[in-house]
């Protein structure tokens, strides 16, 4: 059973540029949420799909957009990139489908370096 | 806001020695705890985790307990090893579960030396 995949691994953009990031769950999961890790600090919380929709978002400005499709996995977009994106991104997936408690397992992430 | 604080690093520490990594939060409500753990590479794992006051949170000999009156999830284990060497993330769900989001400390680096 795959756990949850990222790609890609590595990506150097330069400022001014878009950037997609994809991210499939794991299996039998249905929520997606996005965390950016910059360097020597916690992951921060960008936002979390659900039913193809966005339903949380952290503190990140309207740059920063996502979609979920109906497979259930996901991508982040990121717009007009500054040198201060630059930082891992981390995917995490859980069912919340499926109610109670769940876990929310972590992809190995993408580096995003912005020049 | 919610928040995490936990103890700066680098810790290192010789194979066999006892850790602590202490960790407090400030929330609203009465949040999950959780403790990460990121390996060099490779992204984070669930290490363990406490949903509500006085739980004790244990995996692979490392503890933490639930401490509402001090707000704080200290981690513990009494003989660590070279492969516990990693970034250890404490952190919290607000809405007491983690399909909500999670906040995280800042992570703390642990080196285990033989």
């Known amino acids: 059973d795959a756990g949850v995949t990222q790609s890609p691994t590595h990506l150097i953009k330069t400022r001014g540029q878009q950037v997609t990031l994809r991210c499939s769950p794991k299996?039998?999961?249905?929520?997606v949420s996005w965390y950016q890790q910059a360097l020597g600090q916690g992951p921060q919380f960008i936002f979390q799909?659900?039913?193809?929709?966005?339903?949380q978002r952290g503190n990140f400005p309207d740059r920063f957009s996502g979609h979920q499709f109906p497979n259930y996995s996901s991508e982040l977009n990121v717009n007009a990139l500054l040198l201060g994106d630059s930082a891992l991104y981390l995917c995490?997936?859980?069912?919340?489908?499926?109610?109670?408690?769940?876990?929310?397992?972590f992809g190995p992430g993408t580096r995003l370096t912005v020049l | 806001g919610d928040s995490v604080t936990q103890m700066e690093g680098p810790v290192t520490l010789s194979e066999e020695a006892f850790l602590t990594i202490n960790c407090t939060y400030t929330?609203?409500?009465?949040?999950?705890l959780f403790w990460y753990v990121q390996y060099p590479g490779e992204g984070l794992q669930l290490l363990l985790k406490?949903?509500?006051?006085?739980d004790k949170g244990s995996n692979k000999g490392f503890e933490a307990t639930y401490r509402k009156e001090t707000t704080s999830f200290h981690l513990e284990k009494g003989s660590v090893q070279v492969s516990d060497s990693a970034v250890y993330f404490c952190?919290?769900?607000?809405?007491?579960?983690?399909?909500?989001?999670?906040?995280f400390g800042k992570g703390t680096l642990l080196t285990v030396n033989p």
């Open positions: 995490a997936s859980s069912a919340l489908g499926s109610g109670g408690y769940n876990e929310q397992f």
């Open positions: 299996s039998g999961h249905d929520t």
């Open positions: 799909y659900y039913e193809e929709e966005e339903r």
């Open positions: 929330a609203t409500g009465y949040p999950s």
């Open positions: 406490a949903t509500k006051a006085d």
């Open positions: 952190a919290l769900s607000e809405s007491g579960g983690s399909n909500y989001k999670l906040t």
